[in-house]
């Protein structure tokens, strides 16, 4: 209960009048948005009395949520405005509690990480090339932060919290997906229109198929967990069923490398490799970009402008990838060699936050310029690496390359530590969830979007939590055996 609640008289007087203005401004401009004025107020209203059912509600919104355009600045409704809500009630936590954040929490090593990240990210901005994008930018990771990092830490308590999370996101993600998929299959199913399918709901195809991808390990954790309830079983089955063919319809294939390579973390958890994954991964990376830079080797794989372009078909998109005459991949390798040519002027701190757009074009080399090389959507680096490293520097790129590692570390001594069955598949299901996340971001920068980031970073803030719940396990477990050895 927070303390900015109304008296009975004063609360019906301001429900009449929020009503007739409601009315009022919708008669006079045809406004639609007017309507939701009521809506608006009964949700602060919810706040006030029970913030946390109000916390499950933003959850239910996220996969609803489309992007809107109000001028020259955009939104997501109806999830944006509530983030907002959520850092007035942030602030408001704050002030009237001394010691708000537990010392578990504060020592947590993610925790730490996301702090070192935010910190640069003010750093970078000051810096910034862009001050006032990279000041917007900042704003939005504020309530970012705090809606799917912070406020978890109040609101999943107990295993029913977990469980209702799952359902208040699978159900209206259900939901669109099914819309999706009927209007694509009035299309025939088509690739080269799969983006007019999943508008307004998602804003492209890389998208839609990113939060699939990720969300669909849990949904593979569910089943596992419902042991012995055969119908519910079957249902679930299904699901899966359904959300691995859309992944393939969305023609995405960052997103079916992801699906892969979550499970295959979810193994490797299992069998204690999961260290071994990223520091890899990371060899392979530098050893790759060692051998391109090189005399310029990458040179050697320009594209021929006249056939590189978009498919037809998916199977020719596919091909096409493999002989690197596809337009998209070429077009990342564009931006990834603008990129890192960026970096050597701006090392340390960038560019600044939402800056990459305004200055890379003279860093590209023309020889990989395709047909979308003109980015009229402004889209960036295409990569979360390179993403980091040209808006805010090594620093930045270095922190999130450490933030992976110590993400899956913590996962494998967590799932090691719990012997409750429920919280073990849990900490693999959101260890396969960031994995996912992870692939989409190597060819993406979707972390930023609310939809993505609200998986990623919840993911992070729940294995947090899970953490400290697996060391309470321990000691409990510890304390009982030494009163039975007594």
């Not at 392979?284 to 970009?289: A, G």
């Not at 980015?375 to 990569?383: G, L």
């Not at 729940?462 to 030494?482: N, P, R, T, Y």
């Amino acid at each position: 209960m927070l303390p900015f609640q109304l008296d009975n008289k004063l609360g019906k007087a301001l429900s009449l009048a929020i009503l007739f203005i409601s009315v009022a401004l919708f008669s006079f401009t045809g406004n639609y948005i007017a309507l939701a004025l009521p809506f608006i107020y009964l949700f602060v209203l919810l706040v006030g009395a029970n913030w946390k059912t109000a916390y499950w509600i933003l959850l239910f919104t996220i996969p609803f949520s489309f992007l809107i355009y109000l001028g020259p600045l955009s939104t997501t409704l109806p999830d944006e405005p509530i983030m907002w809500v959520f850092l007035l009630v942030f602030v408001v936590l704050l002030a009237s509690t001394p010691k708000l954040f537990p010392d578990w929490w504060l020592k947590n090593r993610l925790v730490l990480i996301i702090a070192l990240q935010f910190v640069w990210m003010l750093v970078a901005v000051i810096f910034s090339q862009e001050l006032l994008l990279s000041v917007k930018f900042t704003l939005a990771k504020c309530w970012f932060l705090i809606s799917f990092f912070i406020m978890p830490l109040f609101v999943f308590k107990e295993k029913k919290d977990f469980k209702k999370a799952f359902l208040l996101l699978l159900v209206p993600m259900l939901i669109t997906v099914i819309i999706i998929m009927i209007r694509h299959a009035g299309m025939g199913f088509n690739f080269r229109r799969v983006e007019r399918a999943i508008m307004p709901i998602y804003y492209n195809h890389v998208e839609y198929s990113t939060v699939l991808s990720m969300f669909f390990p849990l949904i593979v954790i569910a089943y596992l967990l419902n042991k012995g309830k055969t119908g519910l079983r079957i249902i679930l089955f299904g699901i899966i069923l359904f959300f691995l063919v859309a992944i393939y319809l969305s023609y995405a294939r960052a997103a079916m490398v992801a699906v892969v390579f979550a499970l295959l973390v979810g193994v490797a958890i299992r069998m204690r490799l999961v260290n071994w994954i990223m520091p890899g991964i990371y060899v392979v990376m530098i050893l790759l970009m060692g051998y391109m830079a090189n005399n310029n080797t990458y040179l050697d794989h320009t594209p021929d402008f006249q056939k590189t372009y978009m498919r037809r078909t998916f199977t020719e998109h596919v091909i096409a990838t493999f002989k690197g005459q596809d337009m998209s991949s070429m077009e990342r390798i564009y931006r990834w060699v603008a990129g890192v040519r960026m970096s050597k002027e701006h090392p340390i701190v960038g560019v600044g936050p939402n800056a990459f757009y305004y200055y890379y074009k003279p860093y590209a080399v023309s020889s990989f310029r395709t047909y979308v090389s003109r980015n009229f959507e402004q889209s960036t680096t295409h990569n979360y690496f390179l993403y980091m490293l040209v808006e805010q520097g090594w620093p930045a790129m270095i922190l999130y390359a450490i933030l992976l590692y110590v993400f899956f570390a913590q996962a494998q001594k967590v799932y090691f530590r719990f012997k409750d069955r429920f919280y073990k598949l849990v900490t693999m299901g959101i260890a396969m969830v960031f994995a996912a996340g992870f692939v989409n971001n190597f060819f993406s920068e979707l972390l930023e979007t609310h939809k993505v980031g609200c998986l990623f970073f919840i993911s992070i803030s729940l294995l947090v939590i899970l953490d400290k719940k697996s060391k309470d396990e321990q000691a409990a477990l510890a304390k009982d055996e030494d009163a039975v050895i007594r």
